[in-house]
């Protein structure tokens, strides 16, 4: 017997965003298509850059989005495959707005090719990209109390960090960066060798940094994790695939470009269904 179909949400969210797929898939029944609503609404968002050509054609795109989430809170959402299910679960769970404009305003940085100009500035762009979606989906699994928020806040910047860090060659070859630019000159790495793809020695000293931050914000979310509900545990499994895929970065001794870290592994999803297993993110 073949298995049911996936709703648009979730066979978009499994194929462009795969590790949060993974994520939902330990999430109750009755919310996972909310979580997945919620993914495939931060996809249409993040992939903003990647499909415009020029940013005012970016500003109109995220400005449909705001326009598109005002509708959705006002009971008049627009006929969208992601927009009306977001909808639904935007009224089910009364979730924040404020989190859904922070999420959107975030991305506007994206539309500016210049690197964050040190690692405070970094750490402003990870946390706006990626601490409100760790809240909404959150909320969505009912877990509203202030350390879920703030376990929320330091999860979800810590997996942007790993995700910039990941993101390097790709965004490289594209003559764009997001490594701070202090750290870039104390290490003497520039910009045009990494675009080149074939930066200097230092670029590993520069992704351990970031990395070592975003090993920081981990601990002190897992220091919370005895005054956080178990309900909030499919939304902060990201920290698990961090840890994981920051293990694989520091094998390859920091050098984001390593081919190694290019190939999947059977290591991601073990490591999420074993954390799920014992309730440990």
Request: aromatic share 6%; net charge neutral; proline share 8%.
């Given at each position: 017997?073949?298995?049911?179909?996936?709703?648009?949400?979730?066979?978009?969210?499994?194929?462009?965003?795969?590790?949060?797929?993974?994520?939902?898939?330990?999430?109750?029944a009755?919310?996972?298509?909310?979580?997945?609503?919620?993914?495939?609404?931060?996809?249409?968002?993040?992939?903003?850059?990647e499909?415009?050509?020029?940013?005012?054609?970016?500003?109109?795109?995220?400005?449909?989005?705001?326009?598109?989430?005002?509708?959705?809170?006002?009971?008049?959402?627009?006929?969208?495959?992601?927009?009306?299910?977001?909808?639904m679960a935007?009224?089910?769970?009364?979730?924040?707005?404020?989190?859904?404009?922070?999420?959107?305003?975030?991305?506007?940085?994206?539309?500016?090719?210049?690197?964050?100009?040190?690692?405070?500035?970094?750490v402003?762009?990870?946390?706006?990209?990626?601490?409100p979606?760790?809240?909404?989906?959150?909320?969505?699994?009912?877990?509203?109390?202030?350390?879920?928020?703030?376990?929320?806040?330091?999860?979800?910047?810590?997996?942007?960090?790993?995700?910039?860090?990941?993101?390097?060659?790709?965004?490289?070859?594209?003559?764009?960066?997001r490594?701070?630019?202090?750290?870039?000159?104390?290490?003497?790495?520039?910009?045009?060798?990494?675009?080149?793809?074939?930066?200097?020695?230092?670029?590993?000293?520069?992704?351990?940094?970031?990395?070592?931050?975003?090993?920081?914000?981990?601990?002190?979310?897992r220091?919370?994790?005895?005054?956080?509900?178990?309900?909030a545990?499919?939304?902060?499994?990201?920290?698990?695939?961090?840890?994981?895929?920051?293990?694989?970065?520091?094998?390859?001794?920091?050098?984001?470009?390593?081919?190694?870290?290019?190939?999947?592994?059977?290591?991601?999803?073990?490591?999420?269904?074993?954390?799920?297993?014992?309730?440990?993110?």
């Open positions: 017997m073949a298995p049911p179909a996936l709703s648009a949400c979730a066979e978009a969210v499994r194929k462009q965003d795969n590790d949060r797929f993974l994520t939902a898939l330990f999430a109750p009755p919310v996972r298509e909310d979580l997945f609503a919620l993914y495939a609404f931060n996809h249409e968002v993040a992939k903003t850059r499909v415009v050509t020029e940013p005012t054609l970016g500003q109109i795109r995220l400005q449909w989005w705001r326009e598109s989430i005002e509708g959705a809170f006002e009971g008049r959402p627009r006929r969208h495959e992601v927009v009306e299910p977001l909808a935007i009224h089910r769970h009364d979730l924040d707005r404020a989190q859904f404009d922070l999420l959107i305003d975030g991305r506007e940085a994206d539309l500016d090719d210049e690197a964050p100009a040190d690692m405070d500035c970094l402003n762009y990870a946390q706006v990209t990626g601490a979606l760790v809240r909404l989906a959150c909320q969505i699994l009912g877990a509203h109390d202030p350390a879920s928020m703030e376990a929320a806040r330091l999860v979800g910047t810590a997996w942007a960090l790993t995700g910039i860090l990941r993101a390097t060659p790709f965004l490289a070859r594209g003559h764009r960066s490594l701070p630019l202090t750290l870039m000159t104390e290490y003497r790495v520039t910009e045009p060798a990494l675009f080149d793809g074939k930066p200097e020695p230092g670029l590993a000293k520069v992704a351990e940094a970031i990395a070592g931050t975003a090993r920081s914000l981990l601990k002190q979310a220091d919370l994790r005895p005054q956080v509900p178990k309900a545990l499919p939304a902060l499994l990201p920290a698990t695939l961090a840890g994981h895929y920051l293990n694989r970065m520091e094998k390859a001794l920091y050098d984001p470009m390593a081919p190694a870290l290019l190939r999947p592994t059977l290591g991601r999803p073990l490591a999420v269904g074993w954390a799920a297993t014992i309730g440990r993110w």
